[in-house]
């Protein structure tokens, strides 16, 4: 019931709050939640085989267009939010302000080979994102990461002989 009232408080135009700790802290929360499903998902399957958005394609190629010389494999707020960094980024996401949650303000690995922590992580908005982890998973810059945290394969198990074995994979 908690979450369902957060969740509604979020909704609400950002002008009501002001500098409201607790809508900050619900927000970390969230972002937390999404940094974690993420690395999931990233850990379990081939990075190159993930979409995140059905726009995957044109978010990509607009990024590579817009930022052609960005790394991708390591940042820093620096690069990302130097006030030339702001503009060209402003431009970018206006791009895709069609898409929900294009702005949310969401954490990112700045080292795309190590695994979440605080030392790990930059607030960026959604769609800097979609665009950077886009790119990190077709670049290859994901796929360290899949090979060093991905869970160990789960056993399976037959009947041979009225035996019952494990086979490893």
Not at 78 to 104: C, H, I, Q, T
Not at 106 to 125: H, I
Request: proline share 5%; glycine share 2%; charged share 30%.
């Amino acid at each position: 019931m908690e979450l369902m009232q957060g969740a509604s408080l979020l909704s609400r135009p950002a002008d009501e709050f002001g500098n409201d700790g607790l809508v900050e802290e619900m927000w970390a929360v969230k972002a937390m939640d999404h940094a974690e499903v993420h690395f999931n998902l990233i850990t379990s399957i081939h990075p190159s085989c993930i979409r995140l958005t059905p726009y995957d394609e044109q978010i990509y190629q607009t990024f590579r267009q817009d930022f052609p010389d960005l790394r991708v494999d390591i940042l820093s707020d620096d690069v990302l939010k130097s006030p030339k960094a702001k503009v060209a980024w402003r431009a970018f996401a206006e791009k895709f302000n069609k898409l929900d949650d294009y702005s949310y303000g969401t954490l990112m690995r700045a080292d795309a080979s190590k695994e979440f922590s605080p030392e790990n992580s930059l607030l960026v908005v959604r769609i800097q994102f979609l665009a950077i982890e886009i790119a990190r998973n077709i670049e290859g810059f994901n796929d360290e990461v899949y090979r060093k945290f991905r869970p160990a394969p789960k056993p399976k198990s037959c009947l041979t002989n009225e035996k019952k074995q494990v086979i490893s994979d």
